[in-house]
């Protein structure tokens, strides 16, 4: 039988913690894609997040560093500027980038950190069971919206890309989703110029991934993606905010 | 080097920690030590090396953790509020077993208090002050010479244990002119990158990972144990303290850093007088020399801790005087510094009122 599909050498054996359904499997088999196709492995440190993804050093076999909650774009910054040789990547939730480590993640953006930032939202805090994030939407439910999220109590969903993109620090700024095939290339596609923009020094980079939590919004898989095309979307839309040259 | 030179402390400390190879700074300004960031600022780019104004203390201190994941020797300065801000890296720093320098210019609390000189950061910088069972090295120089002295020892220490070393100084330190003299050039040339650090695995036959995380209770004691060897080891080698005096001392000052000059100051009045004080100096307040504190329990007729705080340390002189003889406390707050006068002054009292 001749083997046409495999897991990149670079994502390792061991079973991931995430939950069924779950699309950081796929955002991290997106990482380690790029990083074999654009020789940059052994030169990669990711630094993980405080979320579910906490342990996702054991699954993307590079070096790695775990930061405290909100703080990876700090120790990101830390780490390019003493090894500028090293290629960093800080891969954060939205509740590890949007709430608590927004201030780290604008100044890195400003300062234009050779950084690049995997952001992922999933519209709640997954690990910590499905309260409200920065990005949750109006109206949905979550442990700390049991009766929707009310613009009068909460405010709005924040939109990372929109607000970034305004910074002259980003080299490429983009939004991409992981509910489908096409996204899920389109998301290589971003990820791809995101690394280039790095790869080239030409700034700071960040792609944010529409993501899906099917354990917390209580639904199947196939209707958490689904749900991710009707509701999530049309408020967090698709495409690239801010695209320097140099990075295509 | 070799000449003295008139500089401010908080220069000097910038200029120290230059020559002892820190290579990267880190870090958000705050009164009174402002001038350190600011020499930083200009002479890190002249060599090269890497200085970097974060957007808070709590960004600086993450900044530092990760330059310190790579091993590079790196440094942060702040006061008082601003690290009480770094607490929450300081752990992560600990459990990480990463070096690093942090200088803590002390100046009066709580909350905004003042920008005086203070001792009153001992607790948290000698009993954890971040969450978990941790400690840091704690040096706490009593003069800008002596400041600059154990910068490099600052570096060394941090390299050897993977350890946070903290310069315990006060506002009064920073903002003193002193002639200083400084030792060699530590050749950064002859730097490595060393095996653990997390560079990128390159071509070495595994990755590195640091992290603080251990989930399981019985994976998270090991981790613990394993650091608390580690501060065994540091307590058995790495204690230094002056006794100034004490050779034939019948009563004992304790003191740390600036109140511990004033206090040689309040030894030499007293032995003019013809009293025979003493003054005990733990340049590491943590580890504190216990036994050294004990042994003179045998021979003093009492002990007086002086600090600008509310008797910190006074509870470690304490503890190793375990009871055999009184231990007196004289102290000022706020950012008061006490006169040589008031505090002989306090001592006579306690030796007419034997």
Known sequence: MKLIYKKPDTITERDTTYCPGCPHGIAHRLIAELLEEMDLVKKTVIV????????????????????????ACAMATGIKRAHPESFVISYQGDGDLASIGIAEAVHAAARGERISVVYINNGNYGMTGGQMAPTTLIGQVTTTTPYGRKPELNGFPMHVPEMFAALDGPAYIARAALD?????????????????????????????????????????????????????????????FKVAKGVE | MGEKVLMKGAEAIAEAAIRAGCMAFFGYPITPQNETPEYFSRRMPELGRVFLQAESEVAAINMVYGAACTGTRVITTSSSPGISLMQEGFSY????????????????????????????????????????????????????????????????????????????????????????EFKEWVDVKKFKTPEWATVGQGDRDHRNIITSLEILPEGLEKMNLALQAKYKKIKENEVRLEEYEMDDAEYALTAFGTVARIAKTVVEMARKDGIKLGLIRPITVWPFPEKEVAKRADQVKFFFDVEMNEGQMLEDVKLAVNGKKPVHYYGRLGGVVPTAEEIYGEFKKLVGGK
């Open chain 2, 93 to 180: 720093i600990a459990n990480s077993n990463v070096g690093c320098v942090v200088v803590n210019a002390m100046r009066g609390g709580p909350g905004l208090g003042d920008i005086a000189p203070a001792q009153a950061d001992y607790f948290q910088a000698t009993k954890g002050g971040g969450h978990g069972d941790y400690h840091s090295i704690v040096l706490a120089p009593h003069t800008i010479q002596e400041t600059v002295d154990l910068m490099y020892d600052a570096f060394d220490l941090a390299d050897k244990y993977r350890i946070m070393v903290v310069m315990l100084v006060d506002g009064l330190m920073g903002q003193m002119m002193e002639p200083v």
């Open chain 1, 180 to 240: 489908s095939p096409q996204h899920i290339i389109q998301a290589k596609k971003f990820l791809r110029k995101a690394f280039t923009a790095q790869k080239n020094n030409l700034g700071f980079s960040l792609v944010e991934l529409i993501s899906a939590c099917p354990t917390n919004w209580k639904m199947t898989p196939v209707e958490a993606m689904e749900r991710i095309r009707k509701q999530v979307l049309p408020v967090f839309p698709i495409g690239e």
């Open chain 1, 48 to 71: 993980w997040p405080v979320g579910c993804s906490v342990f996702g050093y054991y699954f993307i076999a590079t070096d790695a560093v775990e930061a405290a909650h909100g703080r």
